[in-house]
């Protein structure tokens, strides 16, 4: 099983910026990656998910134009570029591992967490 840690979560002011980063513990270029976050009372939403190869991104609705999820496969490890944050964006936010290709319907592994808080 893969082990995925998150960092660069933090305290930050409406209309900053964050980015986050996901380390894997093994080769993760034959992997689809991805962010989701959970807001407090709220269930775990998706993110953002980049393929293997790093070819095709999608992103959720609301933070599509604010947000780049982006790989370094050489290195193991994904980012999430967070620009313009609102104060709606305040969540825990996890990186994952689907555990079938080509799919999210099933969660592979899941990251510790980060936090990420936005201020008004």
Same mark, same amino acid.
């Given at each position: ?6 960092? $660069?979560?933090? #305290?930050?002011?409406? $209309?900053?910026? #964050?980015? #986050? ?25 998706? &993110?953002?998910?980049?393929?293997? $190869? ?37 969540? &825990? ?8 290709? $080509? ?18």
């Amino acid at each position: 099983q893969v082990q995925l840690v998150e960092s $660069g979560g933090g #305290l930050v002011q409406a $209309g900053g910026s #964050l980015r #986050l980063s996901c380390a894997a513990s093994e080769y993760t270029f034959s992997y689809d990656m991805g962010w989701f976050r959970q807001a407090p009372g709220k269930e775990r939403e998706f &993110v953002a998910a980049i393929t293997w $190869g790093g070819d095709s991104t999608s992103y959720a609705d609301s933070v599509k134009g604010r947000f780049t999820i982006s790989r370094d496969n050489a290195k193991n490890t994904v980012y999430l570029q967070m620009n313009s944050l609102k104060p709606e964006d305040t969540a &825990v936010y996890y990186c994952a591992v689907p555990k079938y290709s $080509g799919t999210w319907s099933h969660i592979g592994s899941w990251g510790q967490g980060t936090q990420v808080s936005v201020s008004a």
